[in-house]
């Protein structure tokens, strides 16, 4: 079942813009991942944040995660054609010696030049 | 290896047929996830290898759907009378233990076409 859901489906903006991404969860985790996907084939990991922290950083990238709204944000700075892609979160709810990820749908990210 | 490889890249078979996937994880990885992507969809869990036992079984949709781990290292992942409902991209990815702390490997997959 989907745990993860990103909003919105699908982002258009130009290069240079800033780009943000949603996603709300439904039960605790263990901690927040996000993932990007080109040409749907193979995901590629970008950035993990833990249950106990609120914000993270990775070069453009900045995670947020607001436990007690069960959601996460993830904002794209200074956007460039390169950044399209499609843009998934992933949670972690592992409770019993051992965790997986439940993955959302995506958010789809155009980036014009 | 230098990352996660998953063969074929591409198969079209026939309704009917029985298909072999395989995935070939980063050298020392001990657990190993199969996820399964229908077009435009997310990620559907399939199962989850650590080491040669599968604790964790829950998503593979039917009995037609079966895999195996040997020698800790490479899966392979069979769907029996493969239906159209199957065709769709099947990804592979590897961690270095059971916990996601450090996220995972995914390698290229394999895109099912049922015919």
């Known amino acids: 079942s989907q745990q993860g859901e990103e909003d919105p489906q699908a982002l258009s903006i130009q290069e240079g813009e800033n780009a943000t991404m949603n996603c709300s969860y439904k039960t605790s985790i263990n901690n927040l991942q996000w993932y990007r996907q080109n040409s749907g084939r193979g995901l590629v990991h970008l950035i993990l944040?833990?249950?106990?922290?609120r914000e993270k950083h990775s070069g453009r990238l900045r995670v947020t995660l607001d436990t007690s709204k069960k959601s996460s944000s993830l904002l794209i700075t200074a956007s460039r054609a390169a950044d399209t892609a499609s843009y998934f979160c992933?949670?972690?709810?592992?409770?019993?010696?051992?965790?997986?990820?439940?993955f959302g749908k995506g958010t789809m990210l155009l980036v014009s030049p | 290896g230098a990352g996660v490889s998953q063969s074929p890249s591409n198969k079209v078979t026939e309704k009917g047929k029985d298909v072999e996937l395989r995935c070939d994880p980063i050298s020392g990885h001990t657990a190993l996830y199969w996820y399964r992507q229908s077009l435009g969809q997310g990620l559907e869990f399939l199962i989850y290898?650590?080491?040669?036992?599968?604790?964790?079984k829950s998503g593979l949709p039917s009995d037609r759907f079966s895999a195996e781990r040997t020698g800790g290292s490479v899966s392979t992942l069979t769907i029996q009378r493969t239906q159209q409902e199957d065709s769709a991209v099947y990804l592979c990815a590897s961690s270095e233990t059971g916990f996601t702390n450090y996220g995972y490997t995914f390698g290229s997959g394999t895109r099912l076409t049922v015919v």
């Open positions: 290898f650590q080491g040669n036992s599968a604790p964790d």
């Open positions: 992933a949670t972690d709810q592992g409770n019993s010696g051992y965790s997986t990820l439940t």
């Open positions: 944040i833990r249950s106990n922290e």
